[in-house]
């Protein structure tokens, strides 16, 4: 079940869809870094047109991330401000979809970061300890809890899991795998939704992919940030 919400280094990569909704496309992801983050899009190619399904600036200061998602389905598009008291969501008019209070303690993980909060937290995951962190539901119009693992150490890789932090979760949530290799510099391998949607019209649901993934080199400069 579909149930996820929701850089002058550039990578791309390409998978093959294996959710039947997406007619076996071509799915395109690429990131680009900017002075203050990274720009995150997903690309959908059929049939010789190219489509941008999912498109989001990342910009990180000192006191405040926001996302600015230009691309995506209708309920999708918008801006999310996050800093140390509040998360606000602004749907696309300008005005205040929801908004909910952070936590001190409280850590928070974002799709399109999830490889940046696991390197930011390597060495607690790397000793067995499973971290909670939270991120924005979009169907739910609030803060969830997700929990992160990792879950095996191969000669090549780290492989952790991102699944849902608590029994609510599970209705709005399914599990992420990411791969990343040993040194946690690059990610290799992804399985789950992620945040684009599969198409940018009619009923709101989740692109899904399984594939590796070449030359994602994760962001250093985010990994100290008010988001954890």
Same mark, same amino acid.
């Given at each position: 079940?579909?149930?996820?919400? +929701? ?7 390409? =998978? ?20 203050? @983050? ?45 800093? /140390? ?23 928070? +993980?974002?799709?399109?970061? !999830?490889?940046? =909060? ?9 000793? @067995?300890?499973?971290?909670? +962190? ?18 095996? /150490?191969?000669? /090549?890789?780290?492989? =952790? ?9 599970? !209705?709005?949530? /399914? ?11 690059? *990610? ?10 599969? @198409?940018?019209?009619?009923? *709101? ?24």
């Amino acid at each position: 079940m579909n149930k996820l919400l +929701c850089t002058s280094l550039f990578f791309s990569a390409h =998978f093959t869809v294996t959710a039947a909704d997406v007619d076996q496309a071509d799915i395109h992801m690429s990131h680009k870094l900017t002075d203050t @983050g990274k720009i995150y899009s997903v690309h959908r190619s059929q049939k010789q047109k190219s489509t941008t399904l999912y498109s989001a600036d990342i910009d990180v200061q000192t006191n405040q991330v926001t996302v600015t998602v230009s691309q995506g389905h209708p309920a999708q598009i918008g801006k999310l401000i996050i800093d /140390d008291e509040e998360v606000v969501a602004h749907s696309s008019n300008g005005k205040i979809a929801w908004r909910e209070s952070r936590k001190p303690k409280d850590k928070m +993980c974002l799709p399109a970061l !999830f490889g940046e =909060f696991i390197l930011a937290h390597l060495d607690p995951l790397k000793s @067995g300890k499973t971290l909670t +962190c939270y991120g924005p539901i979009l169907k739910a119009k609030k803060l969830a809890p997700f929990n992160v693992a990792l879950i095996k /150490d191969t000669p /090549d890789t780290l492989v =952790f899991e991102i699944g849902p932090g608590s029994f609510g979760m599970w !209705f709005f949530m /399914d599990t992420v795998e990411i791969h990343l290799n040993k040194t946690a510099t690059k *990610m290799v391998y992804y399985k789950g939704i992620t945040p684009a949607p599969q @198409g940018l019209e009619g009923k *709101m649901a989740y692109l899904e992919y399984e594939g590796k993934i070449n030359n994602y080199n994760l962001l250093n400069h985010v990994t100290h940030s008010i988001l954890w």
